[in-house]
């Protein structure tokens, strides 16, 4: 969970702080610091117990995760992103993305480079089957209600037009992207949810990257 001293501070900084108030605030912002890396240490452990290909793509994940966060915090949004192969053709990863009123986390590629996207067209095309399988089934309309997105723009409720397999051919981004709470990432619920929508969108990241990395 998320101290919600922790959230209050991301949404104050999130409103172009001064320097002097980043100052004048700088033992609330060491005490975020400090809370956010507990969680994501857990988090990370917890993304390693249900995948195993995590600890050996994020050598060092926490410690290079800290060192960002300062940065982070200063501008109230914080991003982790774990990868599943160290290969750097591999375009999906899971990912969290915390900001006051606009949090997400899920799986995929939310803004992959064009010569990505080229593949994973291509491989939609040719494994029609098995795409439709996913981003129509039951566990990615449980888990994604607003489609395939890059998180920047949540609809509050429905599905998205791209919950057809064939609409998804016209998309630029293919991230998987389930909305959190404030209320949510302040309970001892967190992790375990996070990661739950990290294993739904599983099978969305190994498509994309069995595409990218061929």
Known sequence: MIDAKTMGFLADSGRDPTREWLAAHKRDLEDAKADLKQFASRLIHCVASIDGRVSS??????????????????????????????????????????????????????????????????????????????????VFRTFFHHGLSDGTSLATSGFGKNHDAMDSLNLRAFGACRPLPDQLLQSTNAVSEIVRAFAAARPLIDFINRATTR
């Open 57 to 138: 793509a994020n050598p060092d994940l926490t410690n290079r995760f800290a060192r960002v966060l300062g940065a982070q915090l200063a501008r109230g949004v914080i991003s982790l992103t774990i990868r599943t192969s160290p290969d750097s053709r591999a375009a999906a990863t899971y990912f969290v993305h915390i900001e006051p009123g606009a949090s997400y986390s899920g799986g995929g590629a939310r803004s992959p480079a064009t010569k990505f996207s080229r593949l994973l067209r291509q491989q939609m095309m040719t494994d029609t089957g098995r795409w439709r399988e996913l981003v129509e089934g039951t």
